[in-house]
């Protein structure tokens, strides 16, 4: 098994932190991870985008051109990464803030209310655990309990109170994600 | 097994610095390799094993505090960017002169001047033909993982006390921000002064009465002698060529083509290789682990065996490929494909540059 992923937004809105989870996951569970983060001008003008690699085997290249999966949380990164999606892999974003939505016929399209949902949870800053949520009910790649361990692997200890907090937001992003 | 982590290559040099017992890291911040500092001030080495960490005020600072740490046998390190490395030239080329051993480490950008701050190979010719002035060269490990940024280090430090030199790690900005899992090796024990001074004689620790007084410096104005300091120099950089080069073969066995290509193009290529087998090319990648010395005897082996083509694949206009070239001697093709300025090639684009350049060509 291979995942290729890519996962773009705003800065602030929790992109790396998301990949870096979802790939201490893998770790969690004997995969190899790679992590390749956009760090220059690009990230300068607002966007954040991170490649994670999720594989059983050894990871050749840590930057790609096509994806198996794009999770788009922002217009600017709809506009850039809709047409990377490899032929039948599946393309997960946020409506909040997208005007034009994706028009691909070739590929799955999940929505999830990460925002939302967050909102409604009473704090905007699990957004990216929501969505999260909504990515592993697509595609169950990792388990949840390898999650939390990734979970309290990546946060320092001091926050590892707010990990039931996350695991719910999680669990939510499962249940709400939609096909469209 | 060691400790499993996620990290970026930058702080898997650091940690890796700090458990292979480094005395003194001495560095100046820059993009893209500014974790390097910033993690080792955030760890407090000087906590967990002794270990100085100092910002210096430049990288001319800190390449002369190598050169004063390095001299007494203590285990020394610093890493910069390529601007920042432009920089310590002068010192690196008197720490040859002068036989003292150090770490550094270039997570190379785009250039020439002050560049960009995205990744480029765009150095090699730099780090494997000397650099400063004089006759010398410089071991050159060139990671391709961040695995290899923390294992590096400690094969580093052998190579500079085994033949007194400074070694480079040559990475560049891909390796050095992207986080992979690392296995950390155990923490090794800094030496004590009474260990260095039993295992390196040379060093310039002071003057104990009944010690001989000890010197390290690269002048010498009798040109008569230094011309001898010359010949022991060259003595020393042709066992270094007999005996430590190292490289990955990778699918070679039944492979047509070969690309040469090392650290993050080498992570590239693999993918190239992978997609130009799905479409039923046989090729292959040498990739050279020291840049020098180079792993000129493999790529002749691949040569004899009878190879139809190389290309040489780096983030560069093409420096490398001048030691490939040198190698094959015109016995079969060779060119290179690259893109530069920080600009990272897709493992696409190399496959159509093996199309086109070698297998079309």
Known sequence: ????????????????????????????????????????????????????????????????????????????????????VKPGGVLIYDPNGISKHPTRKDISIYKIEGAKIAAEMGNTKIFNMVVLGGYLSVKPIVKLDNVILGLKKSLHERYHKLIPLNEDAITMGMKNVVKI | MGELRLM???????????????????????????????????????????????QAESEVASINMLYGGGGTGKKVMTSSSSPGISLMQEGLSYMAGAEIPCIVANIVRGGPGLGDIQPAQSDYFQSVKGGGHGDYRLPVLAPASVQEMSDFVPVAYDLAFKYRTPVLIVSDGLIGQMMEKVELFDQMPRLTDKEINEKYPWGTNGKPAGQERRVLTSLDLDPHKLEKHNFKLQDKYRTIEANEVQYELID??????????????????????????????????????????????????????????????????GQMVEDVKLTV?????????????????????????????????
Not at chain 1, 57 to 70: M, Q
Not at chain 2, 280 to 289: A, F, H, Q, T, Y
Not at chain 2, 339 to 353: D, F, K, M, N, Q
């Open chain 1, 1 to 84: 098994m291979t995942e290729e992923i890519i996962i773009a937004g705003f800065g602030g809105q929790g992109v790396l932190s998301m990949g870096k989870i979802l790939a201490y996951s893998g770790i969690m569970q004997d995969q190899e991870v790679s992590w390749f983060p956009a760090y220059g001008p690009e990230m300068r003008g607002g966007t954040a985008n991170v490649t994670v690699i999720v594989s059983d085997d050894r990871i050749s290249s840590p930057t790609l051109t096509a994806y198996d999966t794009a999770i788009i949380l922002n217009q600017q990164s709809m506009d850039k990464f809709e047409e990377t």
């Open chain 2, 8 to 54: 970026k290559g930058n702080e898997a040099l650091a940690e890796a610095a700090i458990r292979a017992g480094t005395d003194g890291y001495f560095g100046y911040p820059i993009t893209p390799q500014s974790e390097v500092i910033e993690y080792l001030m955030a760890e407090k080495p000087h906590e967990r094993t002794g270990m100085v960490v100092l």
């Open chain 2, 252 to 317: 070679c066995d039944d492979a047509d083509y070969i690309i040469v290509a090392y650290g993050s193009s080498a992570r590239i290529s693999q993918k190239a290789i992978q997609l130009a087998r799905e479409e039923g090319i046989k090729v292959g990648i040498l990739r050279p682990i020291t840049l020098w010395p180079f792993p000129k005897k493999a790529i002749d082996e691949l040569v004899i065996k009878g190879v139809k083509g190389f290309l040489s694949v780096e983030m560069s206009a």
């Open chain 2, 329 to 361: 001697r015109e016995r079969t093709k060779v060119e290179h494909f690259g893109r530069y300025g920080g600009v990272i090639h897709s493992p696409e684009e190399v496959l159509e540059a093996l199309k086109s350049k070698i297998i079309g060509g």
